[in-house]
């Protein structure tokens, strides 16, 4: 669970996003990343007993800065107002699929996985491996309890159809997808209860099959 101190702390961060008041609120900023590392360490804990890969991952390997890159944004706000968390083959960087946690107060909070802008051979990969198991797919993400907490998949998608697919084939509103990620909500009361950890894994290891079949792919 997180301390109720961390989400009031991003909340004031979102109204204040500006280095003098980050700079004043330093110690404050300490015992949130303490806080977060901790939750990170719980997630990983129960990530591994359902992937064995996590069970020599370091929650600090996992964990986003909270600094924001602007050198080429238009937005110079110099934080981000969410903590966020990648688990993935290696860490939060890696080619491969894998599973994010996202806190940010205010109804934003989720956790999610899949692969965000493969490059153009995986995506290649990820487009054949569907249209080829197309029904194995289709039992993945058609599953109830996947379409309990995944109302959909998320990505930006082709207007036009992929070069070597046609428009009548039965998966190609899947393959005019360039991400393929899922997301499941957590309410803001959950986060300071201390079942946070097993719904951030429950949420996981539904998600695991999907997840799976994009990394079988690349």
Known sequence: MLQPSTLKF???????????????HKAE????KEDFEALVTGVLAGLSEIEPTFRDTKAKDC????????RFSKDKTPYKVNLGAGFGMGGGKNVYGGYYLHIEPGGKSFAGGGMWQPEGPALKSIRQEIDYNFDEFLSIIDNKAFKKIFKKIDGDRLVKVPQGYTEDNPAIEYLKLKSFTVGGNIADDNLTKKTLVKKVTDIYETMKPFVDFLNRAV
């Open 63 to 70: 964990i986003m800065r909270i600094y924001r890159d602007i």
């Open 10 to 24: 991003m909340s004031q961060l979102a109204k204040n996003n500006n280095k003098p008041w980050f700079d004043e």
């Open 29 to 32: 900023y300490l015992l949130v």
